[in-house]
Nanobody, 124 residues
Framework: QVQLVESGGGSVQAGGSLNLSCVVS????????AAWFRQAPGKEREGVAH????????YYANSVKGRFTISRDNAKNTLDLRMNSLKPEDTAMYYC?????????????????WGQGTQVTVSS
């Protein structure tokens, strides 16, 4: 049984930082795509950052480049997102997701498994 459990969300003032973590268990492959998505009220879920677990190649949404860093600890099976210089527009529910390597990393349908989400709120 595949499980993804996120932690680390919270409330912070603009310019602050937060670390999100996702523990991945039970995924049947060693090489896969892992990503963070977010969804604000009334908006579609959007990709934030992605990493391939074998090569370590990373992708970021333009809106977070230079501010967010995705990382993967294969020994601990964790997926982390370091968020710096947070802005009010970063406020959303954040989800980790894992799935097959093929396909567009921004496509929600690429990912077979999702966490329950962790709320990030940035005040101005």
């Amino acid at each position: 049984q595949v499980q993804l459990v996120e932690s680390g969300g919270g409330s912070v003032q603009a310019g602050g930082s937060l670390n999100l973590s996702c523990v991945v268990s039970g995924y049947p492959r060693n090489s896969y795509s892992a990503a963070w998505f977010r969804q604000a009220p009334g908006k579609e879920r959007e990709g934030v950052a992605h990493i391939y677990t074998d090569s370590g190649i990373k992708y970021y949404a333009n809106s977070v480049k230079g501010r967010f860093t995705i990382s993967r600890d294969n020994a601990k099976n964790t997926l982390d997102l370091r968020m710096n210089s947070l802005k009010p527009e970063d406020t959303a529910m954040y989800y980790c997701a894992v799935g097959r390597q093929a396909g567009d990393w921004l496509s929600v349908s690429k990912y077979s498994y999702w966490g329950q989400g962790t709320q990030v709120t940035v005040s101005s």
